[in-house]
């Protein structure tokens, strides 16, 4: 079943609780990422991620529209084509940027689908919108700090 046909079936109460349950499971990500982390560097970039993600899950939970006013940066898109680690204990802080940013985008796409699949109602449209950007927010974060960690020319 596709999200647009799962959506379809669903009631707003239980959308907004499929968005809570996708950040939960991002702040529980970038929390064993922060707790893995090789370097102070790293733990407070995730400490940070753990921040955003639960302030989205507040938001989702209070409906709070106005959090997200922000026009979203450009999609860098430095880890669309690298592959995606599988997570595990022994990460890198490499694999964990690289990981991290393609949830994010992922995330994105699901809050642009719901953003699209609400066109008829401006609140939901532009509540949806927004959240999307900032998943962007956090995509381009995380690829910005893979671009100066890993990319720089020597």
């Known amino acids: 079943m596709s999200l647009k046909q799962q959506i379809d079936s669903m009631n707003m109460n239980e959308i907004v609780d499929l968005c809570i349950d996708q950040e939960q499971q991002a702040i529980h990500l970038y929390t ?3 707790d893995q982390a ?23 939970q209070k409906f709070e529209l106005e959090n997200y006013l922000d026009l979203p940066p450009a999609d860098l898109k430095v ?12 990460l ?8 991290a ?7 994105a796409k699901m809050y642009q689908d719901l953003a699209n699949h609400f066109t008829s109602d401006k609140k939901l449209n532009t509540f949806f919108q ?4 900032e998943e962007l927010r956090h995509k381009h ?9 890993f990319l720089q020319e020597g």
């Not at 090789?38 to 989702?60: C, G, P, R, Y």
């Not at 927004?130 to 950007?133: F, R, S, T, V, Y």
Request: a negative charge; zero cysteines.
């Open 38 to 60: 090789k370097d102070e560097h790293a733990a407070i970039k995730f400490q940070e991620l753990v921040d955003m993600e639960t302030a989205h899950k507040v938001a989702l």
């Open 101 to 107: 940013a393609k949830r994010e985008d992922k995330t």
């Open 130 to 133: 927004m959240m999307a950007d």
């Open 79 to 90: 880890t669309d084509y690298l592959m995606e680690p599988v997570f595990n204990e022994n």
């Open 32 to 34: 064993m990422a922060r």
């Open 92 to 99: 890198s802080t490499q694999e964990i940027l690289i990981l």
């Open 141 to 149: 974060n995380l690829e910005t700090e893979y671009e100066k960690e």
